[in-house]
């Protein structure tokens, strides 16, 4: 396995955990609903734990690609790098509604 793979993976795992802690974790979710400034608290923090579950599993299948077609890497690289970049605009434009 090529080390960009293992990077993607990692990177990837980490969206997975921690969009799961949000959802999963009662006491931390709490926690990010008394410390969130915004007019819905509670759906707000719903749509990044579930934002970052979406991002997680869009960079494991970009990996799980990489992984098995060998003649793409820096295509791969690339989708992911952009994928990664964009995630936090379409993020930013798409909470807006929850912002006060």
């Not at 993607?8 to 999963?24: E, H, N």
């Amino acid at each position: 396995m090529k080390s960009t793979t293992i990077v993607m993976f990692i990177a990837s795992g980490w969206f997975l955990a921690i969009g799961a802690f949000i959802m999963l974790n009662k006491k931390f979710k709490m926690k990010m609903i008394n410390n969130t400034q915004a007019k819905d608290k509670e759906k707000f923090v719903e749509f990044n734990g579930k934002f970052n579950l979406i991002l997680g599993t869009i960079g494991i299948i970009i990996g799980a690609l990489n992984c098995f077609l060998k003649n793409n890497d820096n295509v791969f690289l690339g989708i992911f790098v952009v994928v990664m970049l964009a995630s936090s605009i379409i993020q930013a434009k798409l909470s807006k509604k929850y912002k006060i």
